[in-house]
Nanobody, 123 residues
Framework: QVQLVESGGGLAQAGGSLRLSCAAS????????MGWCRQAPGKEREFVAA????????NYADTVKGRCTISRDNAKNTMYLQMSSLQPEDTAVYYC????????????????WGQGTQVTVSS
């Protein structure tokens, strides 16, 4: 088991930036690929970004590529998502996830999930 807790969400203006964090506890953090997914009201959960076990492999959704950077610090058991040039369509609950399949863009491949953090972008 691994427990995940997201933080860093909030309200941002269009064009602004936010940095999300995901703190992990429980089993060895470095044995999991980590990812971020988001879910907007009335929509399915969608993949945002993922990072491999050591941070050397990264995967981004086309909708955020060039605007987001995913990173991890295995010494601190923490993953980050730096988001910039935010747009109203980025408004969603952002979830941190951990899985053993590598940094895949398929939400159902992740085994563990946090509770989510709300990101709201105003125009």
């Amino acid at each position: 088991q691994v427990q995940l807790v997201e933080s860093g969400g909030g309200l941002a203006q269009a064009g602004g930036s936010l940095r999300l964090s995901c703190a992990a506890s429980g089993r060895t953090f470095s044995r999991y690929a980590m990812g971020w997914c988001r879910q907007a009201p009335g929509k399915e959960r969608e993949f945002v970004a993922a990072i491999g076990y050591t941070g050397g492999s990264r995967n981004y959704a086309d909708t955020v590529k060039g605007r987001c950077t995913i990173s991890r610090d295995n010494a601190k058991n923490t993953m980050y998502l730096q988001m910039s040039s935010l747009q109203p369509e980025d408004t969603a609950v952002y979830y941190c996830a951990a899985g053993e399949y590598g940094p895949v863009a398929i939400p159902v491949k992740y085994n563990y999930w946090g509770q989510g953090t709300q990101v709201t972008v105003s125009s």
